[in-house]
């Protein structure tokens, strides 16, 4: 959500920025500002639609993005399921998510705004890539701690045991002494 409200704020900057033209009556911005907008707009609405979804139709979502883009290789579907891929585990990894922009990047139609935001959304995405990998570090460390954890529970309880033998031995001497010197 907060790669939404940046991108809206880029949009809003970029819009800013724009020095109006004037044909006739008819005030509007420049035309590559015009489709930068658009194009942002609609990824927002992509977005903001995604995240509506439960997760079962988010993944669903994703089979059917990944299958037009391996069909057509659209640069906006690649875009649209590298944002897919970093709101949702399961949707792909975000090692394809960059593969995907990278891709876009090296093609012609990219402005700077729209290459900035590609850069960043990479950025965003080895970010998330990072801590995946530190999360499938810890889980394994605690895994192995679970099972080293485990192992000592184990070691634990045989000893309680024998500690529990050994009394039971001690009692047993202890009470034949005391029928033994009772006897003398």
Excluded at 26 to 42: F, K, M, R
Excluded at 132 to 142: D, I, N, P, R, S
Excluded at 160 to 171: F, M, N
Aim: charged residues 25%; glycine residues 6%; contains cysteine.
């Amino acid at each position: 959500m907060k790669t939404m409200a940046f991108i809206l704020v880029l949009t809003l900057l970029a819009g800013c920025q724009q020095q109006p033209i004037r044909r006739g009556n008819q005030v509007g911005a420049v035309t590559g500002a015009v489709s930068i907008t658009e194009d942002l707009q609609g990824l927002m609405d992509f977005s903001d639609r995604f995240q509506s979804y439960e997760r079962g139709g988010q993944l669903a979502l994703c089979a059917e993005m990944r299958a037009a883009y391996e069909r057509e290789a659209n640069r906006w579907t690649g875009w649209y399921l590298a944002t897919a891929i970093s709101q949702v585990d399961g949707c792909g990894t975000p090692q394809e998510a960059i593969g995907w922009i990278q891709a876009m990047l090296k093609q012609r139609f990219v402005s700077s705004e729209v290459s900035w935001l590609a850069h960043y959304q990479i950025r965003l995405l080895q970010y998330q890539q990072q801590q995946q990998q530190q999360l499938a570090a810890t889980t394994a460390e605690q895994k192995k701690l679970q099972r080293r954890l485990s192992q000592m529970d184990k070691s634990n309880s045989i000893l309680e045991k024998q500690l529990q033998d050994l009394k039971r031995i001690e009692t047993s001497i202890n009470r034949r002494l005391d029928e033994k010197h009772k006897a003398d």
